[in-house]
């Protein structure tokens, strides 16, 4: 299915594209795993997709087993987007996510049930994480995931482990762009 909903471009699976698959649980038992998504597009920001996922079987595949990491991360705190000119973009993440943007001088954030968007000026961005953001010219862009850990302590060696650079600015340890694909990624103490 196809449509607009103010402005916002739509583009759902319908039900006989679900996407589904066996999956195992920690004990080898098999189970039913499935989804659909539905994407959205931004005209003022080519290079970032949005979409959206429902899962079919959610009991299935959302396990505490999987869900402990050794950096100790717990969840996804928020994303955040980079734009020239930030208000550009309100409407357009109001209509996508369905929650109220709160207005900064520097631009908004909209709270949603698995973690906030920001959308902040370029210079915001270098302020509050450390690092060049991303170039604007095209429209706005990804800048950065962040995460929530329990302790940012065990994050001191992960990135050299993997063979990236790592980057503490304040209490979040920052694994920059350049070896994450493009968008920065954010540690952070869970609050």
Request: aromatic share 10%; net charge neutral.
């Amino acid at each position: 299915m196809f449509g607009t909903y103010n402005g916002v471009f739509i583009k759902r699976h319908d039900a006989e594209t679900v996407r589904e698959r066996e999956g195992k649980r920690p004990d080898g038992t098999p189970v039913k795993l499935g989804f659909s998504l539905a994407f959205a597009e931004d005209k003022r920001a080519p290079d970032i997709h949005f979409a959206t996922c429902q899962q079919h079987f959610p009991e299935n595949f959302w396990n505490s087993a999987f869900q402990k990491h050794a950096n100790s991360a717990t969840g996804i705190a928020g994303v955040a987007l980079v734009a020239a000119e930030p208000e550009r973009h309100r409407g357009f993440m109001q209509t996508f996510t369905g929650g109220e943007a709160i207005r900064s001088a520097d631009g908004f954030s909209i709270a949603t049930p698995r973690g906030t968007i920001e959308m902040t000026a370029p210079a915001a961005f270098s302020r509050r994480f450390g690092v060049a953001a991303p170039d604007t010219a095209g429209g706005a862009r990804l800048a950065a995931i962040r995460f929530t850990v329990v302790d940012a302590s065990l994050l001191q060696n992960m990135p050299e482990l993997a063979g990236v650079a790592g980057l503490y600015a304040g209490n979040a340890a920052l694994i920059g762009a350049d070896d994450a694909m493009g968008a920065v990624i954010v540690f952070e103490p869970s609050r």
